[in-house]
């Protein structure tokens, strides 16, 4: 097993994968990375981020690029007129010559100062993020890394908030705020170096008010797309940036995303984390604006995996991919209490209260297990169903939302390997949801959208088109007991609205286009 563990912490990123670095050298900037066959044609593209006058989202652009025909596994690019203090983005693409394909890095930031003999080195930056959260109506929480250890606060409210601590990811949590526009921003402090991001706004609701919020599911990279940045470290980074635009026009309140939010599928920790931090860096800066609810899926349970014979396996605890779900997101801790030798439920299972509304995320892909067979473990263990049966029972809110990733009744290539799979366990939990009846069931995995009800007049919304590879089947075939209303293909995402003891649901394309409407309750 200490073997095992090592390889998952040591293990090389893929081919399609790097991690560029900045190097000093001589008083000029370089961009070095390592990719894992031989590649040729490097490319650097960078650009200056810019500090809106007026708090809102950005896109970042490139205004220069440097390019080498060098064919190696090692690249190392000059990077010319970058000016101190200034705040840089950057990305890098190479071909691969086994693949023959384009690959291409997430977004990295950088900034340059001077030290006290006026010689160039790299200041401290927040790298990742930062990101918004939510816990409760007025509970927030705002997470980030740096590229040096680091002290940060929050200035939020004529105040300033720190977790005080002295480390790269930082967990800084907003409570008890008052209703209304909030403006913030974070500050790092690295030895005597400060650095301010740009200010970040975003909306605190009153308790019981009405609610309008993005839901959206299947983010992971496709490979059918030529685009590389359709699939960069196991996510489609420009649709998902486009659904978080489409978030930000659409004033919502939050989006929840329904898990295989990367392609995951791998025995290494380090590219697992590395798909994660690409997946937020994806929706960056809309996820400053706008909190985001992360639903774990099947892909998301296999970072990191380990394989015995024919079996593919999730790790024990602490290497575990729940453990990794855990380190990388900041999200609610509510959820039940783990049996001992078993992996966490903390963050990937949890209850949120916002407005008038109480959001149920459960993880159907808990400890997950996989064989030739298909998938060996349960539908949904015996301590989520307790454990949701007393959130049910001790609902208070008007509207009731519960979200996990695999249907439970599904329309298309996963018949009969999700939820489905284990008939007892489904029907239990759905004769658990019969009686508290939901608004919704808000669930993915099948890359289309369908709205059905299903036995005890729930909806059930598969909503599974947030960038991950289009299905090419139709659905030839409804079971007897599932009323179809509404089946597409295209990619879109899914607006639910309360309004008093009301709720309703809008279909959209990502061109702005109505799909499907209707009065959920």
Known sequence: MKAIILLLILGQLPYKAVKPKIEIRHDSVFVNFKTANFS?????????????????????????????????????????????????????????????????????????????????????????GPYLSIFSTKDYGIFFWTNYESRAWVEIDNK???????????????????GGEKKYRVIVVSGVDTFYTPIYKFHVKENGSDLKFLVAGDSRASWRYPAASYRINGVNFDILRLLMLNAYRERVDFVILLGDLISGVTQSREYGELQYRTYLNAMWPFDAFIPVLHVPGNHDMTAPYIKKGDIRLDPEPPNSAEDLWKEVFMLPENGPQAEEGKP???????????????????????????????????????????????????????????????????????????????????????????????????????????????????????????????????????PEDIKLFKFSKEFHYCLIETENNKSYLTVKTFTGDTLDSCELR
């Open 344 to 478: 966490p439920y903390k963050e990937n299972v949890y209850y949120v209260d916002i407005g008038n509304a109480r959001i149920v995320v459960l993880n159907v892909d808990y400890n997950y297990t996989r064989g030739k067979g298909g998938k060996l473990s349960p539908a949904l263990d015996k301590t989520q169903l307790e454990w949701l049966k007393k959130v049910l029972k001790d609902n208070k809110k008007e509207h009731l939302f519960v979200c996990f990733h695999e249907p439970a009744y599904p329309l298309g290539p996963h018949i009969g390997s999700s939820l489905d799979a284990k008939l007892r366990e489904r029907n239990l939990l759905w004769d658990l949801l019969s009686e508290y009846l939901p608004d919704a069931v808000l669930v993915a995995h099948e890359h289309f959208y369908a709205r059905m009800l299903t036995p005890g007049n729930i909806w059930q919304v598969i909503t599974g088109r947030a960038g991950a590879p289009l299905y090419t089947t139709d659905v030839t075939k409804i």
């Open 40 to 128: 040729t044609d490097p490319n650097v593209f960078y650009g200056e981020v810019p500090y809106p006058e007026t708090p809102r989202p950005f896109f970042l652009d490139y205004d220069r690029n440097v390019w080498s025909k060098k064919v190696d596994t090692l690249h190392s690019l000059y990077l010319r007129d970058i000016k101190p203090g200034r705040l840089y983005h950057y990305q890098v693409s190479y071909i691969d010559t086994v693949r023959k394909v384009e690959c291409a890095s997430r977004e990295y930031f950088f900034r340059i100062i001077q030290d006290g003999d006026g010689h160039l080195k790299e200041g401290v930056v927040i790298t990742d």
């Open 160 to 178: 300033k908030i720190s977790d005080n601590t002295i480390s790269r990811k930082h967990e800084i949590y907003l409570k008890d705020l008052h």
